[in-house]
């Protein structure tokens, strides 16, 4: 019997799983596919809200908290597996203006460094925009290569002697009064003494009607790569929810489309590659030299009520979920895994 089964091996699955064995417990981490792939993999790796002043403060104060440890959470994974997840602190043009007032105000109630700028001075950050327009500038905005930062994850939990199960679906979970007795997959059932929920945009419907209260959805987003070994974009840049972010090895990602209605869907479709191609070659017309290499979709975990669930699944003693984050596992991820794991009566 382990202290910890982790269903859902994503960003907020494989920190959870980090931070509970580095507290002395032991811990089993299960996934209906390969470790990392779902939303997680499928994201730029923002580590910011876009438009951050429209979230609530809990979310922001989440931010921060994932902002400031990212850097030392770089630099262990680097230590320990050699992994460099390319943390680059990049900053982000934010092409739309129209809210700069509550920008401004968001930024000096939570000491962010956000500056409004002229178009001028926006061409003296980042040449050949398409867009010639004021601007919001955030100086400290970070990336990270999310791939890599999911594949150093899993190789720290393995050297740590972490149980990963892959391609193993959770199939049931047993209840005895108030507790989670066992979980079924297809091919064996597991034990364990607490049952941690992760699974994004699934948790729903893996708990069924033990937590029919909770209501976690799949929105659809897309994403566009492309090879750009000549191009001169050095930040990040948004508009109109529409994003480019360039990597150092002349890759440049374009993304996201955001489709409610999409169910489990995950195949790309051709109009999300004339939305996000066009959006591109708008913001960056460089790009229409560069190639496109790659189009992909993840679900992201839409919670209905706005706010990721997070902690102790009533009426229950050891059933949790830390999921539903939305646009923003990769962002929060650090903060809300370490709020998580403090609230925990028997670490």
């Not at 064996?188 to 049952?195: C, K, P, W």
């Not at 948790?203 to 659809?220: D, N, Y």
Request: net charge negative.
């Amino acid at each position: 019997m382990t202290d910890f089964l982790i269903i859902g091996a994503g960003i907020i699955g494989l920190l959870t799983a980090r931070e509970l064995i580095k507290r002395g417990a032991t811990v089993t981490l299960i996934d209906k596919g390969a470790v990392g792939q779902e939303a997680s993999w499928a994201g730029g790796g923002i580590i910011s809200p876009l438009y951050p002043w429209r979230y609530s403060d809990a979310i922001t104060q989440l931010a921060a908290r994932s902002q400031r440890l990212y850097p030392e959470l770089a630099q262990a994974l680097q230590n320990e597996t050699g992994i460099d997840i390319e943390l680059i602190r990049s900053g982000m043009i934010m092409l739309d203006s129209h809210d700069k007032i509550p920008a401004l105000a968001w930024a000096k109630t939570h000491q962010v460094t956000l500056d409004y700028l002229s178009s001028h001075a926006i061409a003296g950050l980042q040449t050949d925009l398409g867009i010639a327009a004021e601007a919001l500038w955030m100086p400290e905005v970070m990336q990270v290569r999310n791939p890599r930062l999911l594949q150093a994850l899993a190789l720290s939990l393995k050297q740590n002697k972490v149980d990963i199960i892959e391609h193993q679906a959770v199939k049931q979970l047993y209840r005895e009064g108030t507790r989670i007795t066992h979980v079924a997959t297809l091919d064996q059932t597991l034990t364990a003494d607490n049952i941690i929920i992760t699974a994004g945009a699934w948790s729903s419907e893996l708990l069924g009607e033990l937590a029919p209260e909770i209501k976690i959805t799949p929105v659809r987003g897309q994403m566009l790569l492309f090879n750009a070994p000549e191009h001169k974009l050095t930040k990040m840049v948004l508009y109109r929810n529409h994003y480019l972010i360039p990597r150092r090895d002349d890759l440049i990602i374009a993304g996201s489309s955001l489709e409610y209605q999409s169910g489990f869907n995950k195949i790309p479709t051709l109009e999300a590659l004339n939305e996000l191609s066009v959006s591109a070659y708008t913001l960056f017309p460089d790009l229409r030299n560069a190639t496109l290499i790659a189009q992909w979709a993840g679900l992201r975990p839409y919670a209905t009520n706005g706010e990721p669930a997070m902690g102790l699944i009533a009426p229950y003693d050891n059933l949790y979920i830390n999921a539903g984050h939305f646009r923003n596992g990769l962002v929060l991820a650090p903060g809300a895994v370490e709020r998580f794991c403090e609230h925990y009566p028997i670490l």
